[in-house]
């Protein structure tokens, strides 16, 4: 089972901004491990989106950011768009577990 | 660009084994590690184990423990999963990915594990 947690679903209107999530605890996120998120479109492998602190492959548009606080962290995007409309994934390690651990999902649909 | 290319889709009777082979163009390197990922259906990720293939160590999630075994081949810049005793639940999506420090940052395209009788 997954060890962060994430809304199942959050969803905007083309333009707006939508933030997603992601609840761990002191043996993951908050013992400062990096959290890294990866999107999902329909029928394809997850793709990194942005890793470590606020960094971005080559490629992903700034409208993606991340922050982290404690044992949580956050994706923001902003200026949605309709090709944002996919299920999104947070991402760490756990020392309780000595290994890595994904977060429940979340599906963004975009109005 | 490093690419991983995996095997192709298996259909497997409930109690046998499936083996996956993930071959990393561009070659093998010391600086990452390649880490396996299933989805079963209408699932989230599911964190399985990973190796370094330089050093050839091993590390599973609880989960799998005794069930899945990973290796890799530097000769062919493969990697393997291989999981045992299958049963339905089993059934999923499995993907390697490359993991450096940006986290898994290059993906296979999956490779579709039925179990049915």
């Known amino acids: 089972q997954s060890v962060l947690t994430q809304p199942p679903s959050v969803s905007g209107a083309p333009g707006q901004r939508v933030t997603i999530s992601c609840t761990g605890s002191s043996s993951n996120i908050g013992a400062g491990y990096d959290v890294h998120w990866y999107q999902q479109l329909p029928g394809t492998a997850p793709k990194l989106l942005v890793y470590?602190?606020?960094n971005r492959p080559s490629g992903v548009p700034d409208r993606f950011s991340d922050s982290k606080s404690d044992t949580s962290a956050s994706l923001a995007i902003t200026g949605l768009q309709a090709e944002d409309e996919a299920d999104y994934y947070c991402q760490s390690y756990d020392s309780s577990l000595s290994g890595y651990v994904f977060g429940t999902g979340t599906k963004v649909t975009v109005l | 660009q490093v690419q991983l290319v995996q095997s192709g889709a298996e259909v497997k009777e409930p109690g046998s084994s499936v083996k996956v082979s993930c071959k990393v163009s561009?070659?093998?390197?010391?600086?990452?590690?390649i880490t396996w990922v299933r989805q079963g259906p209408g699932q989230g990720l599911e964190w399985m184990g990973r190796i370094i293939p330089i050093i050839g160590t091993p590390n599973y999630a609880q989960t799998f423990q005794g069930r899945v075994t990973i290796s890799a081949d530097t000769s062919t810049s493969t990697a393997y999963m291989e999981l045992s005793s299958l049963r339905s639940e089993d059934t999923a999506v499995y993907y390697c990915a490359r993991v450096t420090g940006k986290g898994m940052d290059v993906w296979g395209q999956g490779t579709t594990v039925t179990v049915s009788s």
């Open positions: 561009g070659g093998i390197s010391s600086s990452y590690t």
């Open positions: 470590g602190n606020i």
